[in-house]
Structure formats: structure tokens, C-alpha cells
């Protein structure tokens, strides 16, 4: 069996390099933005839109888009895009899909226009099984105000308005909207994803792509959460954002399928299976070294 093919890097390479993918989606207009350094946004984005075209629906396609950083995509995502009042993205997408049965129908909404502005509208269009898919980029903040808490960062995080850190006597705990929504009856699929290295860019892609089928096969309504990096809200230098996210809100909303093919798998039960793997993982790691 043939080993990897190892290519020398201190030398030049020996055979013209190759383009295996595009350089970008064919559905982002532009990769140039005005978001900070560092933000995770575009990756979720990027990886939502190249979703969108591998399931076909790239001239069916409608995206409503609530308020927040991310709504500057508008103008660089080439679909069909309805701009929303804060929070209302969910009931406008409701509407589209009524009126535009045959379209891929995707909201587009940070976790202040969700979690905070709209909870009651992402609940009720779950439970009714609108046939759409809501998508959520949660960083813990309202980024475009300048970083203060929301209604989903976790205990001991440093925001605007909580210096200190999120005290949950005082500030409350954090709402796991995942959970919320993947055990209503209406929802086909739920899933939280994460752009913090290539493998949750990789899975994130994966669950766009089932919640789209999801919502093609008109089996419910679908839910996407992608945690992305805001290191500005955050008050840490850029290089440290996919560790923060990982080691920090990564504990909390854990990444993973929370509901597949009828079958709910709570945050805490993909928290006890990730520890599980960590710890065999590392039982393999010593035995390996003892050898």
C-alpha cells in the first residue's frame, strides 16, 4: 500500500501547483467586507452559501436577514434577499415560503436578533413546522452595538456590559436555543456547528447541506448554529478567537447534531459523549506511548 505523498516545502515544488476548489463560492459576489479581524462571520457565511449550490438551489433560493454585523452579506450574497426588522426574520421567512413554496427559504440572524429580539418568533415558526431553515450565528454578543452580553453568552464572559463576566444570579444562565428548538415537534432537523479550525468549518458545511435537504424534502422546519469568532467583542487579541471559542463557548453550546430523523440528542448528552471521546482518546495516546 502506498504511503502520503510528502512534498518538501524548503524547496521549490518540483510540479505546477493545482487548484482543487474555487477560490471562492459562486454565490458571494465579493470577498471583500467591512467586519473587524478575526470575525468568524464570513466563514459561516461562506460555507452556507457553497451548501446552497451543491444542493441545487442556487437560482431558488431566498434568504431573509435580520440585524447585526453580518447583515453587510446582503449585498455580496448573489440570492434573493428580504431584509427584516430585528428579531422578525423567522415570520417574514414564514411568508416567503407560503408564497414561494418551490424555494429554498433561509433566515440569516445573530444570536442578539434571535436569542434576545425574536425568541418568540423561531419558537413559534419551529412549532409549526414552517417548512424553512433558520440559520444562527452566535458569538455571545451583540457585536454591532459594541459587544454587550446577549441572552446566550455563557457564565464567567467578559462583554460591554459584564466587565466582570456573566454572573448567572445576577445576569441569569445562558438560553440553549438548539435545545429549545429540537424539542418541538415541528422541527425535523437541529444542528450547532463551528467555524474554530477546518474540521468545524467541514461539519458546519455538512449540516447546512441536511438542513437544506431537510427543507427540500418538505419534512419540517430545519435550525443551523454555527458558533463564530468575534474577538473585538471579546476583548482578546485576533489570534486567540478559535481558541476562545473552542475552550470557552465551545464548553457550553456543544457542537453536534441535536436532532436527527426524529431522534433528540440534548447539549448535555453531546457534552458526556465528547468527554467519552476525550478520555479515550487519551487512553489511546499513553498506551501508544508506552508501546
Known amino acids: 500500500m502506498n504511503g502520503p505523498t510528502i512534498v518538501p516545502t524548503d524547496v521549490p515544488p518540483d510540479r505546477p501547483a493545482r487548484q482543487l476548489g474555487l477560490d471562492k463560492p459562486r454565490l458571494l459576489l465579493s470577498e471583500q467586507h467591512h467586519l473587524c479581524p478575526g470575525c468568524g462571520e464570513p466563514l459561516a457565511v461562506r460555507m452556507m452559501l457553497e451548501a446552497i449550490e451543491e ?156 438542513a437544506f435537504e431537510t427543507q427540500m424534502r418538505g419534512q419540517g422546519f430545519s435550525f443551523v448554529e454555527v458558533l463564530t469568532m468575534c474577538p473585538t467583542g471579546w476583548f482578546i487579541p485576533t489570534a486567540e478567537g478559535p481558541d476562545y471559542l473552542d475552550r470557552v463557548m465551545g464548553e457550553v453550546h456543544v457542537t453536534g447534531d441535536l436532532k436527527v430523523d426524529g431522534r433528540v440528542t440534548t447539549t448535555e448528552e453531546r457534552r458526556a459523549e465528547t468527554e467519552r471521546q476525550t478520555a479515550e482518546f487519551e487512553r489511546m495516546t499513553r498506551a501508544g506511548n508506552d508501546d
Open 55 to 210: 444542493v441545487g438551489m442556487a437560482e431558488n433560493a431566498v434568504g431573509v436577514v435580520g440585524i447585526g454585523c453580518y447583515t453587510t452579506f446582503s449585498g455580496t450574497m448573489d440570492v434573493d434577499v428580504i431584509q427584516a426588522l430585528h428579531g422578525r426574520a423567522p415570520s417574514v421567512a414564514t411568508g416567503a415560503k407560503r408564497m414561494l413554496p418551490d424555494s429554498l427559504v433561509f433566515t440569516l440572524q445573530g444570536d442578539g436578533d434571535m436569542v434576545n429580539e425574536g425568541l418568540q418568533e423561531v419558537v413559534h415558526t419551529a412549532a409549526r413546522g414552517e417548512s424553512l431553515t433558520c440559520v444562527l450565528i452566535n458569538n455571545g454578543v451583540f457585536g454591532e452595538t459594541g459587544g454587550h452580553m446577549t441572552a446566550t453568552t455563557v457564565a464567567g464572559q467578559r462583554t460591554k456590559n459584564t466587565l466582570e463576566g456573566r454572573d448567572p444570579d445576577y445576569h441569569g444562565h445562558p438560553i440553549l436555543i438548539g435545545d429549545i428548538l429540537a424539542g418541538l415537534e415541528g422541527t425535523a432537523y437541529a444542528a450547532r456547528g463551528s467555524v474554530h479550525n477546518a474540521a468545524g468549518v467541514a461539519g458546519a458545511k455538512r449540516m447546512f447541506r441536511k
